[in-house]
């Protein structure tokens, strides 16, 4: 069965630094994967996806991640933190395996970022 | 604009009480899920619906119940077998079943037992 790990529940950066969030996954076939960010007492919103057409994926808000299969990562990168970027960031695969053929997402446990001045 | 709505934001529950969480969508979208979301265990599913009238059990299905009357709509009961109901309440939809497809997440609703 397919399974997420984000390494760190907690990540603290400073404004303008380097945001680097790790997500290593476990998968049995081809993964499809997904970072999404959540804003307190909101929803979780797409950042970006990878789904095998180019390993480096840009995303929104100047995220990217770099899906490296050797490694089973799939970590996420902003080169300059900003302010607003402070929220809880989740990693999912999604396991084909779900039976029904339907999309099932399986979820890190997630990282909180804070970006102090 | 197309989305998600869940209702009600904040919801108190007694104990012994069913409550019911809303969710719509005009996404079109045929899939559905619900999540439930604890401070540090990120996301478990609870239930999805791949089409209407049909629901399947997800992780952590015990204590709740959903119906699939209408392709936009997609409630959530959550019935006094549930031990531990205090939680953020996410719905979800997609607009396929392949692995490709993101789920596009509703604002949640914060439930809490008193």
């Known amino acids: 069965a397919q399974s997420v790990t984000q390494l760190g529940s907690h990540v603290s950066v400073s404004e303008g630094a380097l945001v680097l969030l790790r997500c290593n996954y476990s998968?049995?076939?081809?993964?499809?994967l997904f970072w999404y960010v959540q804003y307190p007492n909101q929803g979780l919103q797409l950042l970006l996806k990878y789904t095998s057409a180019a390993t480096l994926v840009k995303g929104i808000n100047g995220f990217e991640a770099e899906f490296k299969k050797s490694e089973t990562s799939f970590h996420l990168t902003k080169p300059s933190a900003h302010m607003s970027d402070a929220a809880e960031y989740f990693c999912a695969v999604s396991d084909p395996a779900g039976g029904g053929g339907y999309n099932k997402l399986i979820f890190g446990a997630g990282t909180r970022l804070a970006v102090h001045p | 604009d197309g989305g998600i709505t869940q209702s009600p934001k904040y919801l108190f529950r007694k104990e012994g009480q069913n409550v019911t969480l809303s969710c719509e969508q005009n996404l079109n979208h045929d899939a559905m899920y619900w999540y439930r979301q604890d401070p540090g265990q990120g996301l478990r599913l609870i239930y999805y619906s791949q089409i209407v009238n049909d629901f399947q059990k997800g992780d952590i299905a015990e204590g709740y119940s959903v119906s699939r009357e209408k392709k936009e709509s997609f409630p959530l009961t959550v019935t006094s077998a549930q031990k531990n109901p205090t939680a953020f309440y996410l719905c979800?939809?997609?607009?396929?079943?392949?692995?490709?497809?993101?789920?596009?997440f509703g604002p949640g609703t914060r439930l809490t037992v008193l």
């Open positions: 998968s049995s076939v081809p993964p499809y």
């Open positions: 979800a939809s997609s607009a396929g079943q392949g692995p490709y497809n993101e789920q596009f």
